[in-house]
């Protein structure tokens, strides 16, 4: 099987590697500048990280900036939180992805028997899906933060949320992505270095994952917490899928059909998730049925790192 990963993210550039590496005849391609500052806060799960940049021969804890204690997820009407870790870290993604990019030859294979779309945002193989949901983000790289550790303030109705992450050398990302276009605003008033940003799908589109020998991973499909916004760890999650079922397989056709389902099955709770998002953004917070997303919201905030309990947030809301 010929294969060819067209956009080198940090799902492509993973699944490129594990190809690679597994002995597979496979191209990859990129549009952006070697020296591009990746749209991003560089947060993730050091515990569920570290096992998968080893299968590609990386050692992930020498990209580490920073390891978090304490993390403080707070409300706009003064309520506050804090937890502990449970592996939250954040790292030096360029550093990372220049790493791997490295010895990639350029190639924009038109003939291949599986094309891979891991192009992020822009699904610029699989196409646009009419049922797509994109927040606005805007991040400043900055030495100036008014919390030293992991800091999360939630918008009002679930319209998204600002983030305050320490990095290293006395660096943070102080961003803010939300539904709403103005809240881009609510960071403006704090010192900067660079500004970066771009828009972030938070919907899954799993049920449009594939066009005939095209097939998604990452973003370009929304694996993406609709809570969080977590996406590094979800898309890499889905080009180990994708992986698996290639090394297993020799009808392209037949490998992309199990993925799409597998896909579907191991990213069930997003679908859940957003709809909990749009209960939220209706006014509905703290109705008893929520109680039945108790589970996955849970799950995905310790997936993403953090030791959360609901019982201590809803304490905190009433
Ligand atoms: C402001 C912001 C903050 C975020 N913070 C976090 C965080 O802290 N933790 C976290 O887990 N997630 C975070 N996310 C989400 C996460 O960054 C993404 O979901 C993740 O990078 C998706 O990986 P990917 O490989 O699918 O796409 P990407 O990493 O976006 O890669 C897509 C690649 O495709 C390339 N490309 C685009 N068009 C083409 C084309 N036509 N041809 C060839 N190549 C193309 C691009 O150049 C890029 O290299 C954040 C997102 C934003 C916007």
Not at 85 to 104: E, K, P
Not at 116 to 122: C, H, L, M, R
Not at 191 to 208: A, D, N, Q, V, Y
Request: net charge neutral; with cysteine.
């Amino acid at each position: 099987m010929r294969i060819s990963i067209k956009g080198l993210g940090i799902s492509g550039l993973y699944l490129y590697e594990r190809l690679r590496q597994g002995g597979f005849n496979v191209s990859g391609f990129d549009i952006k500048r070697p020296d591009f500052y990746i749209p991003c806060a560089y947060a993730t799960n050091l515990y569920l990280m570290k096992p998968f940049m080893s299968k590609i021969g990386v050692d992930f804890e020498e990209y580490v900036f920073h390891h978090a204690e304490s993390i403080i997820l707070a409300g706009e009407r003064g309520m506050s939180v804090e937890f502990r870790s449970a592996g939250l870290v954040t790292f030096d993604r360029n550093r990372l992805q220049m790493d791997l990019m490295g010895g990639i030859a350029m190639k924009n294979d038109q003939d291949a028997d599986i094309v891979v779309d891991a192009t992020g945002i822009s699904r610029y193989y699989l196409g646009r899906d009419p049922g797509d949901i994109t927040y606005y983000t805007k991040e400043y790289l900055t030495d100036r933060s008014s919390h030293d550790d992991f800091y999360f303030l939630f918008l009002e109705r679930g319209n998204g949320y600002l983030w305050e992450f320490p990095l290293d050398k006395g660096h943070f990302h102080v961003g803010v992505g939300s539904r709403v276009y103005d809240d881009l605003h609510r960071i403006d008033q704090q010192e900067r270095i660079k500004i970066t940003g771009r828009k972030i799908r938070m919907k899954p589109l799993f049920e449009s994952a594939r066009r005939g020998n095209i097939v998604g991973i990452g973003e370009a499909v929304g694996t993406v917490s609709p809570l969080t916004g977590e996406g590094i760890l979800p898309s890499i999650e889905s080009a180990e899928l994708l992986y698996d079922l290639i090394s297993h397989g020799s009808d392209p056709d037949e490998v992309i059909r199990s993925y799409t389902k597998k896909l579907r099955d191991r990213f069930s709770s997003y679908y859940q998730l957003s709809e909990f998002v749009e209960r939220v953004q209706a006014g509905n917070l703290l109705r008893p049925s929520n109680l039945r997303y108790a589970g996955p919201i849970s799950r995905e905030m310790k997936h993403f790192g953090i030791d959360f309990s609901l019982v201590k947030a809803v304490r905190s809301l009433i």
